[in-house]
């Protein structure tokens, strides 16, 4: 490389800039038998042949663009690719050696009639990946290339017979349909672990034109009138108020900028005409995708004006007055939150906020609104377009933020252009999901597909004078695919080459075939990589140096770090002018003066490609220490840029980073990025054998349990405990045993208690009171599942004092809500209930969304559930039950807590049932289930099994729901979990008496229960009511009255019957099969009070259905066909929400033979 270039330079740096990784195609040739020939001769008489053989060797090779690397005695080393690549380096190698053994023919005949001798050529060809460059020391060097690549293709050459030409499969592969080629088979070759294919060059065949589509960039607008029209439409309707989603959808390339371009023009023109729309206008970029937020911090200071130098009192100022229309008492939160986002003041990131009292979840949260409230009042309630382009590079937070400010669409006039390419695992297709869902008539969908055939021929007339350009436009168009960016950018590579040059006489600006040029030598790249390096081979060595450093730093970058890493800073505003004016970079005004990013980001990965390991890690590793230096002080934003380019020079810096990004990712809710920060990390020290990193695996493990990956998040906090006992972390360890043990309370308690356990000892061996306590409620949930619902309490009530004593408001909360839980498990719904209401004001006041999600959950179950009918429910609306688990649903998903969105899903469906409405209750426990089972939530698949099996017994679909129960019973059983066993054993039960099968209903129970169980624990009382009915169904009434009666003096305080309305039935009917017929109708009445109470239709039906079997003599009781026909009628109302025909008429069927028998 130049000398400037080298100076100032680590060893790295000087020799990965003299050197490069090239994809190139080799060409070895030799005179075979040169030995026995040049024994023969003299040696003026040899020397005089191999004078005219090099000559026929080195003219083909020069005149396909060859490179001859070195001449041996008898043979020729030649590259296609490098220094200078080409579209078709593999086929010039090839066209070049057939014409090498054409030119030798005269020679070859020559010496035969001249000595008696044969002389021939035989000739090697592969293509591959090398490094080429000055090899050797400073007295002696010669630019030649290393790799596997080239030698095989010596290997080829050594096989190949006189006069033939042996080439690899990468080569045949990319030559194959302008070549007959011969299969020699597999070929074991000398220096090779394994045989290669190998195939013979016969001849040249008569197809031209390309082998694959190409890539490419930016065209004019041209055959997009249609979606334009859609655009401008949309445009039209913010001065009616109307709001609206429009997304651009396609490919690199196809027309997706050029049309926000256009509607940009219209918007102009308004305004030109007085309008009053505001154009808020962002590109993401690459880089931006690193951190959460940081698409949005990009579009925050480009429209408030905040400059790289701004100080943290400048950029509050600028907040402090975008933010002025928003009221007083919410503006300077709403700035906090802003400047937490920005990485400046006294907010220096999100973790920071959160750390001085804001988690994670209420910085979402808070954010989304004030966001909204900014873009509302940007224009001062004005109509406002707000346009992303190359959206697709969004960070997953800001997507997520987008999507809530797609609200606005409903009412205010807000124009929505999103353009992204529609690429698999992007997090933009959840925006064309919820616009599908939402928004219907203000939602357009574009897909931009290829160009037809005119229109890519009206493409290329627009930019080449097609009077003198007909061969050139069927030559570009042949090549270019109907995408409207590569055929500019062919005509741009035309331009570059001197086959165009400016038409002066032409009515608009348009280029015209250059009078030297020679068409027939015209060869216009077929792939983008090849067209790129085509346009950058060609420029200067220290202005390519300079685009070479520039790629390392990524799709967009700054003059000034540039400068921090150059060797040369003085020259790069000169470079930087050059590569501006060849269109390979562009100034980005996004980042304010002095930023660039390539001009488009297959430039950049092409050009980053063609650095050495070596040179890209040296300079990695500047850049990262580059950012340090520059933006000291404001580092947090950074972490995760820091910590990649770190990462990339191999350098142990990189783990803290990348663990600081990690932790500022786990923060505001973004576990998918923690994922993969701390992946990196953990990669990167067992590469360089660092120590173990206990609180990586610690990070990784929490993020995967969010995001519902068990075994992932089980492997890591293993390796979390491994690592931390092998450092003598005890803190770590705890941390991590109890992580552990939660995981595991999703598959099987009893190993989860082991894990538990052992956390609590190691939390009082550190004689650490907050991670007893913490360890306290965990194993106090643990009790709760076991059956152990006293201890359950104990624990809680421990680890609440605890809490209380140090002011720990979130330990307060956690404490709170699994004592609840507890005394819900314990059967004590009202006591549940108002623990829950303490916990959920806790969790809202710390804006602690995971937990206020879970007992907002747990309320809405506390109301009541079919898994908890001998205990009465706690008081309340009902529709304000549903309303805590629908609220407690979108929390769940808002933070993409999976097992969180199971438990709403569970409870939602709980109480759908209970109210008889089953099309809901089957939809909400199917996709309970459903997702339990993606993220393998055994416990929560059980629930939704249950939920399922109850609803399919509601239904007297006694067969389907017996099969989702024994399904619950056999994954309960594995889970070790006594609750879930004995719950699902009683849904076993209940289905067995359904069919009539009483016996073993009496064994399946007897399974469960023993006689002297006692009611301390929800799913034992459960259980004694299916003794109940077990009784009742062997004709012993009186047996059901005193194990109902039982149940009923179990409540504490005392509650009357109606409170129980399954129990007050049971114990009716018990009544009038003994004939106590004014008892049986007093009980009935408490079963109707309580259902009519509760809003419970099913239970109601059951009680009317059994009242209207009850002294059908005796007119004064009322007559018995006013109570079934009032049971038909709830009946019919319930089977009417039913979709499924089937299942329909099936329940109506059952139910209308259950009320003829009196129930």
């Given at each position: 490389?130049?000398?400037?270039?080298?100076?100032?330079?680590?060893?790295?740096?000087?020799?990965?800039?003299?050197?490069?990784?090239?994809?190139?195609?080799?060409?070895?040739?030799?005179?075979?038998?040169?030995?026995?020939?040049?024994?023969?001769?003299?040696?003026?008489?040899?020397?005089?042949?191999?004078?005219?053989?090099?000559?026929?060797?080195?003219?083909?090779?020069?005149?396909?663009?060859?490179?001859?690397?070195?001449?041996?005695?008898?043979?020729?080393?030649?590259?296609?690719?490098?220094?200078?690549?080409?579209?078709?380096?593999?086929?010039?190698?090839?066209?070049?050696?057939?014409?090498?053994?054409?030119?030798?023919?005269?020679?070859?005949?020559?010496?035969?009639?001249?000595?008696?001798?044969?002389?021939?050529?035989?000739?090697?060809?592969?293509?591959?990946?090398?490094?080429?460059?000055?090899?050797?020391?400073?007295?002696?060097?010669?630019?030649?290339?290393?790799?596997?690549?080239?030698?095989?293709?010596?290997?080829?050459?050594?096989?190949?017979?006189?006069?033939?030409?042996?080439?690899?499969?990468?080569?045949?592969?990319?030559?194959?349909?302008?070549?007959?080629?011969?299969?020699?088979?597999?070929?074991?070759?000398?220096?090779?672990?394994?045989?290669?294919?190998?195939?013979?060059?016969?001849?040249?065949?008569?197809?031209?034109?390309?082998?694959?589509?190409?890539?490419?960039?930016?065209?004019?607008?041209?055959?997009?009138?249609?979606?334009?029209?859609?655009?401008?439409?949309?445009?039209?309707?913010?001065?009616?108020?109307?709001?609206?989603?429009?997304?651009?959808?396609?490919?690199?390339?196809?027309?997706?900028?050029?049309?926000?371009?256009?509607?940009?023009?219209?918007?102009?023109?308004?305004?030109?005409?007085?309008?009053?729309?505001?154009?808020?206008?962002?590109?993401?970029?690459?880089?931006?995708?690193?951190?959460?937020?940081?698409?949005?911090?990009?579009?925050?200071?480009?429209?408030?004006?905040?400059?790289?130098?701004?100080?943290?009192?400048?950029?509050?100022?600028?907040?402090?007055?975008?933010?002025?229309?928003?009221?007083?008492?919410?503006?300077?939160?709403?700035?906090?939150?802003?400047?937490?986002?920005?990485?400046?003041?006294?907010?220096?990131?999100?973790?920071?906020?959160?750390?001085?009292?804001?988690?994670?979840?209420?910085?979402?949260?808070?954010?989304?609104?004030?966001?909204?409230?900014?873009?509302?009042?940007?224009?001062?309630?004005?109509?406002?377009?707000?346009?992303?382009?190359?959206?697709?590079?969004?960070?997953?937070?800001?997507?997520?933020?987008?999507?809530?400010?797609?609200?606005?669409?409903?009412?205010?006039?807000?124009?929505?252009?999103?353009?992204?390419?529609?690429?698999?695992?992007?997090?933009?297709?959840?925006?064309?999901?919820?616009?599908?869902?939402?928004?219907?008539?203000?939602?357009?969908?574009?897909?931009?597909?290829?160009?037809?055939?005119?229109?890519?021929?009206?493409?290329?007339?627009?930019?080449?004078?097609?009077?003198?350009?007909?061969?050139?436009?069927?030559?570009?168009?042949?090549?270019?695919?109907?995408?409207?960016?590569?055929?500019?950018?062919?005509?741009?590579?035309?331009?570059?080459?001197?086959?165009?040059?400016?038409?002066?006489?032409?009515?608009?600006?348009?280029?015209?075939?250059?009078?030297?040029?020679?068409?027939?030598?015209?060869?216009?790249?077929?792939?983008?990589?090849?067209?790129?390096?085509?346009?950058?081979?060609?420029?200067?060595?220290?202005?390519?140096?300079?685009?070479?450093?520039?790629?390392?730093?990524?799709?967009?970058?700054?003059?000034?770090?540039?400068?921090?890493?150059?060797?040369?800073?003085?020259?790069?505003?000169?470079?930087?002018?050059?590569?501006?004016?060849?269109?390979?970079?562009?100034?980005?005004?996004?980042?304010?003066?002095?930023?660039?990013?390539?001009?488009?980001?297959?430039?950049?990965?092409?050009?980053?490609?063609?650095?050495?390991?070596?040179?890209?890690?040296?300079?990695?590793?500047?850049?990262?220490?580059?950012?340090?230096?520059?933006?000291?002080?404001?580092?947090?934003?950074?972490?995760?840029?820091?910590?990649?380019?770190?990462?990339?020079?191999?350098?142990?810096?990189?783990?803290?980073?990348?663990?600081?990004?990690?932790?500022?990712?786990?923060?505001?809710?973004?576990?998918?990025?923690?994922?993969?920060?701390?992946?990196?990390?953990?990669?990167?020290?067992?590469?360089?054998?660092?120590?173990?990193?206990?609180?990586?695996?610690?990070?990784?493990?929490?993020?995967?349990?969010?995001?519902?990956?068990?075994?992932?998040?089980?492997?890591?906090?293993?390796?979390?405990?491994?690592?931390?006992?092998?450092?003598?972390?005890?803190?770590?360890?705890?941390?991590?045993?109890?992580?552990?043990?939660?995981?595991?309370?999703?598959?099987?308690?009893?190993?989860?208690?082991?894990?538990?356990?052992?956390?609590?000892?190691?939390?009082?061996?550190?004689?650490?009171?907050?991670?007893?306590?913490?360890?306290?409620?965990?194993?106090?949930?643990?009790?709760?599942?076991?059956?152990?619902?006293?201890?359950?309490?104990?624990?809680?009530?421990?680890?609440?004092?605890?809490?209380?004593?140090?002011?720990?408001?979130?330990?307060?909360?956690?404490?709170?809500?699994?004592?609840?839980?507890?005394?819900?498990?314990?059967?004590?719904?009202?006591?549940?209930?108002?623990?829950?209401?303490?916990?959920?004001?806790?969790?809202?006041?710390?804006?602690?969304?995971?937990?206020?999600?879970?007992?907002?959950?747990?309320?809405?179950?506390?109301?009541?559930?079919?898994?908890?009918?001998?205990?009465?429910?706690?008081?309340?609306?009902?529709?304000?039950?549903?309303?805590?688990?629908?609220?407690?649903?979108?929390?769940?998903?808002?933070?993409?807590?999976?097992?969180?969105?199971?438990?709403?899903?569970?409870?939602?469906?709980g109480r759908s049932m209970l109210q008889g409405h089953y099309q809901s209750a089957l939809a909400y426990a199917t996709a309970g289930y459903d997702r339990a089972v993606e993220i393998g939530h055994r416990q929560w698949s059980i629930a939704a099994l249950c939920l399922l099996g109850a609803t399919m017994m509601d239904l007297l679909q006694f067969e389907e729901a017996y099969e989702h129960f024994c399904v619950a019973q056999e994954k309960a059983n594995r889970t070790g979990s006594e609750f879930w066993r004995r719950t699902s054993t009683a849904g076993v039960t209940d289905t067995l008496l359904g069919q009539g099968r009483i016996d073993e209903a009496r064994r399946e129970l007897n399974?469960?229960?023993?006689?002297?169980?006692?009611?301390?624990?929800?799913?034992?009382?459960?259980?004694?009511?299916?003794?109940?009915?077990?009784?009742?169904?062997?004709?012993?009434?009186?047996?059901?009255?005193?194990?109902?009666?039982?149940?009923?003096?179990?409540?504490?305080?005392?509650?009357?019957?109606?409170?129980?309305?399954?129990?007050?039935?049971?114990?009716?009917?018990?009544?009038?099969?003994?004939?106590?017929?004014?008892?049986?109708?007093?009980?009935?009445?408490?079963?109707?009070?309580?259902?009519?109470?509760?809003?419970?239709?099913?239970?109601?039906?059951?009680?009317?259905?059994?009242?209207?079997?009850?002294?059908?003599?005796?007119?004064?009781?009322?007559?018995?066909?006013?109570?079934?026909?009032?049971?038909?009628?709830?009946?019919?109302?319930?089977?009417?929400?039913?979709?499924?025909?089937?299942?329909?008429?099936?329940?109506?069927?059952?139910?209308?033979?259950?009320?003829?028998?009196?129930?």
């Amino acid at each position: 490389m130049n000398q400037m270039v080298r100076e100032g330079m680590t060893p790295a740096l000087r020799d990965g800039g003299a050197r490069e990784r090239r994809v190139v195609t080799i060409l070895f040739c030799d005179v075979a038998g040169s030995t026995s020939i040049a024994e023969q001769l003299d040696p003026e008489e040899w020397a005089e042949i191999m004078h005219m053989a090099f000559d026929a060797l080195m003219r083909p090779i020069e005149r396909y663009g060859g490179t001859i690397a070195r001449l041996m005695g008898d043979a020729v080393l030649a590259f296609f690719g490098a220094p200078r690549a080409h579209e078709d380096d593999p086929r010039r190698a090839i066209l070049a050696a057939l014409d090498i053994v054409a030119e030798v023919a005269p020679l070859r005949d020559l010496v035969r009639q001249t000595y008696g001798l044969e002389f021939n050529v035989r000739i090697g060809i592969n293509t591959g990946d090398v490094v080429v460059g000055e090899f050797g020391s400073a007295a002696m060097n010669e630019y030649t290339a290393m790799g596997d690549a080239i030698n095989l293709a010596a290997r080829l050459q050594q096989e190949a017979e006189p006069g033939s030409i042996l080439v690899g499969e990468t080569t045949y592969r990319a030559t194959a349909p302008f070549f007959r080629f011969e299969s020699v088979g597999q070929l074991a070759l000398r220096g090779k672990a394994r045989a290669e294919n190998a195939y013979r060059v016969l001849q040249p065949t008569d197809v031209s034109g390309r082998l694959w589509d190409i890539a490419g960039l930016d065209a004019p607008l041209i055959g997009r009138t249609a979606e334009l029209d859609l655009l401008c439409r949309a445009y039209e309707g913010l001065s009616t108020g109307k709001g609206h989603v429009a997304c651009l959808i396609g490919d690199a390339g196809m027309g997706k900028s050029r049309l926000i371009a256009h509607l940009r023009g219209v918007w102009e023109a308004d305004r030109g005409r007085g309008g009053d729309v505001a154009w808020l206008e962002h590109r993401v970029v690459s880089f931006a995708g690193l951190e959460p937020y940081g698409a949005l911090r990009q579009r925050l200071r480009r429209v408030f004006g905040i400059a790289r130098h701004d100080t943290a009192e400048s950029v509050h100022a600028k907040v402090m007055r975008a933010t002025q229309h928003f009221p007083p008492a919410t503006r300077e939160r709403a700035t906090r939150i802003i400047t937490a986002v920005l990485g400046v003041g006294d907010e220096a990131s999100p973790a920071q906020a959160i750390s001085e009292g804001i988690s994670a979840d209420a910085f979402r949260r808070e954010l989304a609104l004030v966001m909204k409230e900014l873009l509302r009042g940007w224009n001062r309630g004005k109509p406002v377009v707000f346009v992303s382009d190359d959206h697709h590079l969004i960070d997953l937070a800001s997507e997520e933020l987008v999507v809530d400010l797609l609200q606005l669409v409903e009412d205010a006039p807000v124009l929505f252009v999103l353009a992204f390419r529609p690429e698999l695992g992007s997090p933009v297709w959840k925006i064309i999901e919820t616009c599908r869902e939402r928004y219907h008539s203000g939602f357009s969908e574009i897909w931009l597909a290829p160009l037809a055939a005119d229109e890519r021929m009206a493409l290329f007339d627009s930019l080449v004078r097609s009077d003198d350009g007909q061969r050139l436009r069927e030559l570009v168009l042949e090549k270019a695919g109907g995408n409207p960016l590569f055929i500019e950018e062919i005509v741009r590579s035309l331009i570059d080459q001197g086959y165009l040059e400016p038409c002066t006489d032409c009515p608009e600006q348009q280029w015209r075939v250059a009078p030297h040029a020679d068409l027939s030598q015209v060869t216009i790249p077929s792939t983008l990589h090849a067209l790129i390096l085509e346009r950058v081979d060609r420029l200067a060595p220290e202005v390519r140096q300079h685009l070479q450093l520039a790629s390392v730093i990524g799709r967009s970058f700054s003059r000034d770090l540039l400068e921090a890493i150059s060797p040369a800073p003085d020259s790069i505003a000169d470079h930087l002018a050059v590569l501006t004016k060849l269109d390979l970079v562009t100034p980005d005004a996004e980042f304010g003066a002095g930023a660039y990013s390539f001009r488009h980001p297959l430039i950049q990965e092409v050009v980053y490609s063609t650095l050495i390991r070596r040179f890209r890690s040296e300079v990695h590793r500047r850049i990262g220490g580059a950012i340090e230096r520059l933006y000291d002080g404001r580092l947090d934003e950074r972490a995760g840029e820091i910590g990649w380019h770190y990462s990339q020079a191999g350098d142990e810096r990189a783990v803290g980073w990348l663990l600081k990004a990690a932790e500022r990712a786990g923060s505001v809710g973004e576990p998918h990025a923690a994922i993969n920060y701390t992946t990196t990390a953990i990669e990167l020290s067992q590469r360089l054998e660092l120590q173990p990193l206990p609180r990586a695996y610690q990070l990784r493990a929490e993020a995967a349990e969010l995001v519902g990956d068990f075994p992932a998040a089980s492997r890591d906090f293993t390796d979390a405990i491994t690592a931390a006992r092998a450092i003598g972390d005890g803190e770590a360890e705890w941390r991590a045993l109890l992580g552990l043990g939660i995981a595991w309370t999703s598959r099987d308690y009893r190993v989860a208690g082991d894990y538990l356990h052992q956390a609590l000892e190691r939390a009082q061996l550190l004689r650490h009171p907050l991670a007893v306590a913490h360890s306290l409620n965990r194993i106090g949930n643990w009790h709760s599942n076991i059956g152990q619902p006293e201890a359950a309490v104990r624990a809680h009530e421990e680890a609440l004092a605890v809490f209380e004593a140090a002011r720990a408001q979130s330990g307060r909360a956690e404490s709170l809500d699994l004592l609840a839980l507890a005394r819900f498990m314990a059967g004590d719904l009202r006591g549940s209930d108002a623990l829950y209401e303490h916990a959920i004001a806790e969790f809202r006041s710390i804006d602690e969304r995971r937990g206020l999600a879970s007992s907002l959950a747990m309320r809405t179950a506390a109301g009541g559930s079919p898994l908890a009918i001998t205990v009465p429910p706690a008081d309340g609306d009902p529709d304000q039950r549903t309303r805590y688990a629908l609220e407690s649903l979108d929390l769940s998903r808002e933070m993409g807590w999976q097992a969180g969105e199971v438990y709403a899903l569970v409870t939602l469906a709980g109480r759908s049932m209970l109210q008889g409405h089953y099309q809901s209750a089957l939809a909400y426990a199917t996709a309970g289930y459903d997702r339990a089972v993606e993220i393998g939530h055994r416990q929560w698949s059980i629930a939704a099994l249950c939920l399922l099996g109850a609803t399919m017994m509601d239904l007297l679909q006694f067969e389907e729901a017996y099969e989702h129960f024994c399904v619950a019973q056999e994954k309960a059983n594995r889970t070790g979990s006594e609750f879930w066993r004995r719950t699902s054993t009683a849904g076993v039960t209940d289905t067995l008496l359904g069919q009539g099968r009483i016996d073993e209903a009496r064994r399946e129970l007897n399974d469960a229960l023993r006689d002297n169980d006692r009611l301390d624990a929800l799913a034992r009382r459960e259980c004694w009511l299916r003794r109940a009915r077990i009784a009742l169904a062997e004709g012993d009434p009186a047996r059901c009255v005193a194990i109902v009666d039982m149940l009923h003096r179990a409540i504490q305080p005392e509650v009357s019957l109606d409170a129980v309305p399954h129990l007050a039935l049971l114990r009716a009917q018990a009544l009038a099969a003994q004939g106590l017929q004014a008892e049986a109708l007093a009980a009935l009445d408490q079963t109707a009070a309580g259902a009519r109470c509760y809003g419970w239709r099913p239970v109601l039906w059951r009680a009317l259905a059994v009242r209207s079997a009850i002294a059908p003599d005796r007119p004064e009781l009322g007559a018995p066909d006013r109570w079934a026909a009032a049971a038909s009628e709830i009946v019919a109302d319930l089977a009417s929400e039913i979709a499924d025909p089937g299942l329909r008429s099936s329940f109506t069927a059952s139910a209308a033979a259950v009320i003829a028998r009196g129930g």
